[in-house]
């Protein structure tokens, strides 16, 4: 592997916390090169970026899970020996599960048509705020929603509570110290209240509704016919519920767009369905959430002259894959258009992983993320008014992950109906 550009700090673990999303894109640009090869917490890493390296990614042929996610993660964000670390049969069986959740049942309202009430009851309460933090009122509005949707039983006054806990999971992946810690409570309160809910349902003391996300992965078996343990199906169902608080991140980078891009509110008020898609979809292309993900290759093998040796770890840049300038006119500006006559393919355009979602890692939340982004930003701009004052909406992309400072304050909130 001589000839590919080799990073030679002896290690950039710290490099990659205080570079954060450009860690890899700083590199890919220095080096001209879409791959190179760095020292990160202790280990050789291939990093790599685009379309192409994307593609080669997603084979399971080449690289496997198990092993890639560190116990930190799995500590905080994910939870120890969840979805995101199996591979082969037994991923693509509860992969199967995670799919089914997010077909529409006709019987039951979308996330997106909850999010809708939510959004409308807390406009109403607002009426009376001279001022709200909308990133606090969107995790709020999220957990409720989410938690009805999954069946999980939640009271008014738990919920910001347990909102902050599902977010600060999220909060703890890119951090060290207080950060990563508090992400690690947040996870043991969780997993205690939801394997309680589990048990509760398997012993029929609750009951919980045929086809609901808690029901499915209290009774899910293996293919070896076996259920999860509560504490398992509990880490699970955390999977669903937290990754739709998550949401209130591209909520808030929504409220951004709109108060830096007149012209993408007036489009957005002429009601254009296809237009509110673009708009989503540049949220997502645009604004940083996920950095980078890991795999470790699954059996050695030589790709482009550059030799992939059994074990090794390997980075996709995520963040700047939808920010590669060979794919992406102009990709520093915020354009919804750009999606106009855009081609759709699996492996450039991923905020949420590449690839099939039956097949592979990448997320099973993508239409409930986009619907509930489209309720979101309608809501924001046709279903009330507000006043921006003065803030700090910049967003480091040194901190992972980010969010505009301000968590975007609106003063004067009003129902517009
Ligand atoms: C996996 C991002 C929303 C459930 C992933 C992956 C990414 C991602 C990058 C990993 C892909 C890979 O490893 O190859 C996001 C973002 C979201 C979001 C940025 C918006 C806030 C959701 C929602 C749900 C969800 C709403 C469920 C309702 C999952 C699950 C996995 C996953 C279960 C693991 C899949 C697997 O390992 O096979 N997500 N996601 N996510 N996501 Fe999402």
Redesign the pocket.
Known sequence: NERIPHDKTLDNSVNLLEEGYLFIKNRTERYQSDLFIARVLGKKVICMSGKEAAKMFYDTEKFQRNGAVPKRIQKSLFGENA??TLDGPE?IDR?RL?MSL?AASNKQKSVAELVTDEWTKAAKKWAKEEEIVLFDEAKDVLCRAACKWAGVPLEESEVSERANDFSDMVDAFGAVGPRHRKGRRARKRAEAWITEVIEDVRSGKRQAKEGSPLYEMAQYKDEDGNELSAQMAAIELI??VR??V??A??ITFEAVALAQHRPCREELQSGDPKYLEMFVQEVRRYYP??PL?GAQVKTGFIWNDVKFKQGMLVFLD?YGTNHDPNLWDNPEQFRPHRFDTRKESLYDFI???GGDPKK??????EG??IEVMKASADFLANKITYDIPEQDMSYSLAKMPTLPKSGFIMQNPQPLD
């Open positions: 979805i995101q991923h992969k995670f997010m999977n669903v990754p739709i998550a949401i991140i591209y959430f996920t993900l995520v905020p949420q992983g592979g890692h990448r997320c099973p939340g409930i993320t």
